[in-house]
């Protein structure tokens, strides 16, 4: 099965320290087929933040709209990570863990975990001080891209800032050019530092992915999230 894009808030390096948090990701991408039905893929799962900064993200995801040989086709065609065809990937687990400069990628169904060092991202995390929605939306656009402040809003019952961007077709895109091709609306909590709602339009490709932030609790998560569970095998990276 193809995971969905993933709309999961800000980047695992700003390691936002001193906002605990754990939420609930709903979502769902819906995409226009050939013949001019629909498939929608819902995903979702456990989102947190600990004081220290530490990130846990958990996305699973649920075939919805399939026919019996499109659910078949895919369950025959998951192929993941060098696993033989057949092996079924229905959850993926994110930890960043910025206190160490470690990032975790955990497969519960493969029972496995692969580490990876993330000290090289130290000059992407945003400075003290800036605020979510100024660091996503500060800096230089390409000339295709249509900026627009939409303000603030009550999502979820948390106050947000809205930006819209809509990304034009360029010469390169042929029958694109000038037109709409993508529009990413995205609304931020700047108090809790991260995304809560994100609209993911992809006109070019017929998809709509967007994810939403719920069930929003300002408490310590449970630190054994942060940790590889017991029994699994520590896998190395693939080589490129």
Same mark, same amino acid.
């Given at each position: 099965m193809v995971a969905p894009p993933v709309a999961s808030g800000q980047s695992s390096n700003t390691c936002?320290?001193?906002r605990p948090f754990t939420a609930r990701k709903a979502g769902h991408l819906v995409s226009?087929?050939?013949? +001019?039905?629909?498939?929608?893929?819902?995903? %979702? %799962?456990?989102?947190a933040r600990d004081?220290? %900064?530490?990130?846990?993200?958990?996305?699973?995801?649920? +075939?919805?709209?399939l026919t019996p040989k499109k659910l078949q086709d895919t369950r025959e065609s998951s192929i993941h990570l060098g696993h033989p065809a057949k092996t079924r990937i229905d959850s993926t687990i994110w930890i960043s863990d910025c206190r160490n400069e470690l990032d975790i990628t955990v497969f519960p169904d493969l029972k496995i975990a692969r580490t990876s060092d993330n000290s090289n991202a130290s000059s992407r995390k945003r400075k003290n001080g800036?605020?979510?929605f100024a660091f996503l939306t500060s800096g230089p656009r390409p000339p295709n891209v249509v900026f627009e402040d939409l303000g603030l809003k009550d999502v979820e019952g948390v106050l947000t800032h +809205?930006?819209? *961007?809509?990304?034009? %077709?360029?010469? /390169? /895109?042929?029958?694109?050019? +000038?037109?709409?091709?993508?529009?990413?609306?995205?609304?931020?909590? /700047?108090? &809790?530092s991260e995304i809560i &709602?994100?609209?993911?339009?992809?006109?070019?490709?017929?998809t709509e992915t967007r994810l939403t932030l719920a069930d929003i609790e300002r408490e310590e998560p /449970?630190? *054994?999230?942060f940790e590889i569970p017991a029994g699994y095998k520590i896998d190395p990276a693939p080589e490129n």
């Open positions: 936002d320290k001193g226009e087929q050939p013949d +001019g039905s629909n498939i929608t893929q819902e995903f %979702g %799962g456990l989102l004081s220290s %900064g530490r990130i846990y993200s958990e996305m699973r995801t649920i +075939g919805i709209g800036t605020s979510l +809205g930006y819209r *961007s809509t990304i034009l %077709g360029t010469q /390169d /895109d042929g029958e694109w050019n +000038g037109r709409v091709r993508y529009i990413d609306e995205t609304w931020i909590s /700047d108090d &809790l &709602l994100q609209i993911l339009t992809n006109l070019d490709g017929k /449970d630190a *054994s999230l």
